[in-house]
């Protein structure tokens, strides 16, 4: 829908691209690796034998998982082998081919794949349906994950994400470090992944999500250094260029940062921490993310934010410089106190905030021209007259007057100018756009709400 737009309703801000895929620019996907999976076979041997080879006549056999029936009809030649082959391939042709089970010919047992994670908790049973009796049932319960790449998945708990990722599993560390976090967005998007280490793979699997859930921030940790350089440099399988026609920004937290200084990608937020720290996972890029986004995103800024549990990094002064004037974020105890420095992507004169600032803008006002084009004129659609470009220019004011509101506080007051020319204007100079309906030269101007990160001096008179 967001490409649809963009193509109806053109915004361009200097320094950024095209479209924006979220009015929300408070949600945030956590990308990390999966967990193992416990194979959990139930042997239906028992449940099968009585009522099936050798008995007279057909047999109506289910296979019940939780709330869910799939059913086959036996005959009396049947082996139980047989049955459950044929029962396996209800199952999966009854959801649409996701094998939730599996079977070797000539077995008597099931073997659950990691497409049964969703069926965590339920039971399950083999039943004769003309006996009415149940031949045995076990549980699902010790399904953990798959090793590999789950599907996508958005959930409003760390629990759900041991159950269907494994408790072991670096994204579980994620997500309980999400929603142990004093203030969080309510709902966070998962992403397993096999590792965090293949940029392409990686790539694939945060556009899949992308296609199912709505996502802004996209929080990464890696100890590789080489994999962290190429997912922001390398032009195949790098990330900026997808960010930038998505309109999304990514918290990247590396180890070891010194082949990223000035990288460059101004939507890529680069955090220098090592993942473990005395044993416990810190994932500031995971906190930073969660932090900023359960006030605002896009208001004031990053920099010198507290975090709840990672543990601050030592540096010297001239450590410090060095990382800050790479345009790196670090977490250091300054003045007795651990912060976050400088909220900063690409350069140190690049800030994540501003970015975030110009797509929250962007795409309110395609939102709002786009709706003013269908709904407009009491939902016939606004004319193209003098009334209906202006309706257009006010439209895009409307955006900005709200962006340097209180509640936002993303534009400085009395910044913002929009200025449009008049339908005879555009006869006279543009009478191809007019004949084909596009409306032109609709321009605007705000000077974005900054926050200050660094007080230069301060003069102090001391008198007696």
Avoid at 67 to 89: C, K, P
Avoid at 208 to 226: G, R, S
Avoid at 332 to 347: H, I, P, Q, Y
């Amino acid at each position: 829908m967001a490409e649809i737009i963009d193509q109806i309703v053109k915004i361009s801000i200097q320094d950024a691209m095209s479209s924006v895929t979220t009015v929300d620019v408070n949600t945030v996907a956590i990308v990390g690796r999966n967990g193992t999976f416990a194979t959990r076979v139930v042997d239906v041997t028992p449940a099968l034998k009585s009522g099936t080879s050798g008995a007279e006549g057909s047999k109506k056999i289910t296979l019940n998982i939780g709330n869910e029936s799939f059913g086959i009809t036996t005959t009396a030649s049947d082996s139980v082998a047989d049955v459950i082959d044929d029962l396996v391939t209800a199952v999966n042709d009854a959801t649409d081919g996701s094998k939730i089970f599996t079977a070797t010919d000539g077995t008597t047992k099931l073997t659950l794949t990691a497409k049964a994670v969703g069926y965590v908790g339920a039971e399950i049973s083999v039943k004769s349906l003309d006996e009415n009796i149940v031949f045995g049932s076990s549980s699902v319960a010790e399904v953990t994950a798959g090793v590999g790449t789950l599907e996508a998945f958005e959930t409003a708990s760390s629990k759900a994400v041991a159950e269907r990722c494994g408790t072991d599993s670096e994204i579980y560390a994620m997500a309980s470090v999400f929603f142990g976090m004093d203030s969080q967005p309510s709902r966070v998007v998962c992403i397993p992944v096999a590792q965090v280490a293949e940029n392409s793979a990686l790539l694939t699997a945060v556009k899949e999500a992308a296609n199912n859930f709505t996502f802004y921030h996209i929080a990464v940790a890696t100890n590789d250094t080489a994999f962290a350089k190429g997912l922001l440099t390398d032009p195949a399988t790098g990330w900026q260029t997808w960010l930038s026609d998505a309109k999304k920004v990514a918290e990247i937290q590396v180890a070891d940062a010194s082949g990223l200084k000035n990288h460059g990608c101004n939507r890529v937020f680069v955090v220098k921490h090592n993942e473990t720290q005395d044993g416990q996972k810190d994932f500031i890029c995971v906190e930073i993310a969660a932090s900023r986004c359960a006030r605002d995103s896009a208001r004031g800024t990053f920099a010198h934010k507290k975090l709840k549990f990672a543990k601050p990094d030592s540096y010297t002064v001239d450590q410090y410089k060095e990382w800050i004037d790479a345009g790196i974020n670090i977490y250091v105890k300054d003045s007795g106190e651990a912060r976050l420095f400088m909220g900063t992507t690409g350069s140190s004169e690049n800030f994540i905030d501003q970015i975030i600032k110009d797509d929250w803008i962007r795409f309110n006002a395609q939102s709002r021209i786009y709706r003013l084009l269908g709904e407009g004129n009491d939902g016939n659609g606004i004319n193209y007259d003098d009334a209906g470009i202006a309706a257009v220019a006010a439209s895009v004011l409307n955006v900005l007057t709200v962006a340097q509101d209180t509640d936002h506080q993303y534009v400085m007051a009395d910044s913002a100018t929009v200025d449009y020319k008049p339908y005879s204007y555009l006869v006279a100079n543009y009478a191809e756009d007019v004949r084909k309906r596009n409306l032109p030269l609709i321009s605007g101007r705000y000077a974005r709400m900054n926050a200050i990160h660094t007080v230069v001096q301060v003069s102090l008179l001391v008198t007696l």
